[in-house]
């Protein structure tokens, strides 16, 4: 099993920038693939970004390319995405996921899910 937990949700005005952190714990973070997915109300939960077991190599979604950085330290089990140059759509559930063996957007290939954070962009 793994655990992650979520946190650095929270109210920022349209243009601002957050930072989230996933905190894993349980199995060898290393050996997992990550991803932040997020969900608005009424909609999909929707890929946000990847990143590799290593951080050699990172995927984003359409919608946050150019704005969002994925990172992670495997030092510390953990797990980032710097958010910048937020709007009013980013408003939503932001979840971190781990991935055994695969990489990428494909919410169904993920094991292990947070809770979630809330994300809200003001206009």
């Known amino acids: 099993q793994v655990q992650l937990v979520e946190s650095g949700g929270g109210l920022v005005q349209a243009g601002g920038s957050l930072r989230l952190s996933c905190a894993a714990s349980g199995r060898t973070f290393s050996n997992y693939n990550m991803g932040w997915f997020r969900q608005a109300p009424g909609k999909e939960r929707e890929f946000v970004a990847a990143?590799?077991?290593?951080?050699?190599?990172?995927s984003y979604g359409d919608s946050v390319k150019g704005r969002f950085t994925i990172s992670r330290d495997n030092a510390k089990n953990t797990v980032y995405l710097q958010m910048n140059t937020l709007k009013p759509e980013d408003t939503a559930v932001y979840y971190c996921a781990a991935d055994h063996f695969s990489f990428g957007g494909r919410r169904s290939t993920y094991d292990y899910w947070g809770q979630g954070t809330q994300v809200t962009v003001s206009s």
């Open positions: 990143v590799s077991k290593s951080g050699g190599s990172t």
